[in-house]
């Protein structure tokens, strides 16, 4: 879905925005002013996020992207900077967990995790970066976890690809960084979102007791940062990695 195009306005991709965190992320951008395209693997959530971004004002552009897919993924980023003329801001924050003990985790799951979260962003990054170094401006914020500096029993393969992240994150601003170009990482603690919802009620009373603020974030809790980032107060921050998480990791 896509509405007429603004010359002026920023332009912000997000990926994995038909819910959660990147919902949030999508639309505290799209009230901030940006334009947006957004993707995520399902046409119908895709196409329902983008009806209700649209009513924030601004463009907005959905598209069904499986940032794993190399190819994908460099053709949607191409495309939104060529279908907008500008892109200004890219939040790589699609993610997926496969949970399971080291002794028992199938290649699959320990695969498909580092592919979809860890892959994507130097697919993502590394399109966003021609038209980005064009205009000497960019702001590239990853969504990392706390588990990537805490580790987590039975999440070596979600850890890994946020630890690969944080470690991405570093290396692209020192090569980026001349041109304009910020790059940072948000580490969430626990948010309430789908990812979080199975946990049940016992697990999540036993997280609260281990969170000074005493309760899981919001996704709104994230967006507010990323939105910090990609507008002028960020401007002087790079290669770091924000943690937000309610003081459970300090
Ligand atoms: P979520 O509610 O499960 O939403 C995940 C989003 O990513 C959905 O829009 C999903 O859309 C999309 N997605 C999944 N696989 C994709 C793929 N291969 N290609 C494109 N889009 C894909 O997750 P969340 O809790 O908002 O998490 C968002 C990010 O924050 C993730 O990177 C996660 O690791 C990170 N994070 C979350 C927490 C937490 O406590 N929730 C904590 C730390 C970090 P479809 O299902 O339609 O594809």
Not at 167 to 194: W, Y
Request: one cysteine or more; proline letters at 2%; glycine letters at 10%.
């Amino acid at each position: 879905m896509s509405e007429g195009m603004s010359e002026h306005k920023p332009v912000a991709i997000v990926t994995g925005a038909s819910r959660g965190i990147g919902f949030a992320v999508a639309e505290t951008l799209a009230k901030a002013g940006y334009d947006l395209a957004i993707c995520a693997t399902r046409e119908a959530t895709v196409n329902a996020a983008a009806e209700k971004l649209l009513a924030c004002g601004g463009q907005v552009s959905a598209h069904v992207v499986d940032v794993s897919d190399a190819e994908a993924v460099k053709i949607f980023v191409q495309g939104v900077a060529k279908q907008f003329g500008r892109l200004d801001v890219l939040v790589n924050n699609a993610g997926i967990t496969r949970d399971g003990l080291a002794m028992r985790m199938k290649a699959d799951d320990w695969k498909s995790v580092i592919d979809t979260n860890l892959s994507s962003v130097f697919y993502a990054s590394q399109a966003a970066l021609r038209p980005m170094m064009k205009a000497r401006f960019g702001r590239i914020i990853n969504i990392s976890s706390v588990v990537a500096s805490m580790g987590n029993p039975g999440q070596l393969n979600y850890c890994a690809s946020k630890g690969g992240i944080d470690a991405m994150t570093r290396s692209l601003a020192q090569e980026v960084g001349s041109r304009g170009i910020t790059v940072n990482a948000i580490a969430p603690g626990f948010i309430a979102t789908d990812m979080t919802a199975d946990l049940g009620d016992d697990a999540h009373a036993s997280l609260n007791s281990q969170i000074p603020l005493g309760r899981l974030g919001s996704p709104q809790d994230i967006a507010a940062a990323v939105l910090f980032l990609a507008a002028d107060s960020g401007a002087y921050i790079t290669g770091q990695v924000l943690h937000i998480n309610g003081g459970m990791y300090m």
